[in-house]
């Protein structure tokens, strides 16, 4: 079992830059696919940006270009870099874990993820 850890969200003007970082303890995270998702007040979470076992990434269409995900196996962590910050990024963002069938598969059904960080709050402001 692995334990998530998010950190690094804060307050930020529009357009300016954040990196998320995920720490993985209990297990090595390069064993699971990786996620992060986001939950804006009144709204339902949604997913951000994934990444396999192998290193394939995707992401949603609202950040896609802006943001970029990566893994660090020697630090057992996973980033989220977010450029080019919009005041409808403002949500609390979540790291999340799963054993993936394929070390190609990655989720975005945040259903299919089995293990959660604590969330971390990013505020843009305009």
């Known amino acids: 079992q692995v334990q998530l850890e998010e950190s690094g969200g804060g307050l930020v003007q529009a357009g300016g830059s954040l990196r998320l970082s995920c720490a993985a303890s209990?297990?090595?995270?390069?064993?699971?696919?990786m996620g992060w998702f986001r939950q804006a007040p009144g709204k339902e979470r949604e997913f951000v940006a994934a990444?396999?076992?192998?290193?394939?990434?995707h992401y949603a269409d609202s950040v896609k270009g802006r943001f970029t995900i990566s893994g660090d196996n020697a630090k057992n962590t996973v980033s989220l870099q977010m450029n080019s910050l919009k005041t409808e990024d403002t949500a609390v963002y979540y790291c999340?874990?799963?054993?993936?069938?394929?070390?190609?598969?990655?989720?975005?059904?945040?259903?299919?993820?089995?293990?959660w960080g604590q969330g971390t709050q990013v505020t843009v402001s305009s």
């Open positions: 999340a874990a799963t054993r993936p069938i394929w070390r190609s598969d990655y989720y975005v059904d945040e259903n299919q993820y089995d293990f």
């Open positions: 209990g297990q090595p995270f390069s064993t699971y696919a």
């Open positions: 990444i396999s076992r192998s290193g394939y990434t």
